[in-house]
Nanobody, 127 residues
Framework: QVQLVESGGGLVQTGGSLRLSCEVS????????MGWFRQAPEKEREFVAA????????YVADSVRGRFTISRDNAKNTVILQMNSLKPEDTAVYYC????????????????????WGPGTQVTVSS
């Protein structure tokens, strides 16, 4: 069983920054590619960023490119989403997710491919 817990959400003004952290426990963290997704009220869950097992490749959605970065520390079983230049449209519940891969491949953009999810953390950006 894999457990994920997000932290670092909160209320921030437009242009501000937040650093989301996801701590993973239960199995070998380095066997999983990791992703961040978000869901705003009355909208579908959408891809934000993903990182491969080794951390050598990062992918972000067009809507956040240049503002958000994803990283991981396999020694600490943690994945980070650094969010800068936040906008009101970034307001959502942010979810961390883990996808088991038997090789260090390209992480998926599809929420349905991820095996484990955290409970989410609220991010609110005021205008």
């Amino acid at each position: 069983q894999v457990q994920l817990v997000e932290s670092g959400g909160g209320l921030v003004q437009t242009g501000g920054s937040l650093r989301l952290s996801c701590e993973v426990s239960g199995r070998t963290f380095s066997s999983y590619s990791m992703g961040w997704f978000r869901q705003a009220p009355e909208k579908e869950r959408e891809f934000v960023a993903a990182i491969n097992r080794s951390g050598s490749k990062q992918y972000v959605a067009d809507s956040v490119r240049g503002r958000f970065t994803i990283s991981r520390d396999n020694a600490k079983n943690t994945v980070i989403l650094q969010m800068n230049s936040l906008k009101p449209e970034d307001t959502a519940v942010y979810y961390c997710a883990a996808d088991y891969l038997y090789y260090d491949g390209i992480p998926s953009y599809a929420a349905g491919d991820y095996d484990y999810w955290g409970p989410g953390t609220q991010v609110t950006v005021s205008s």
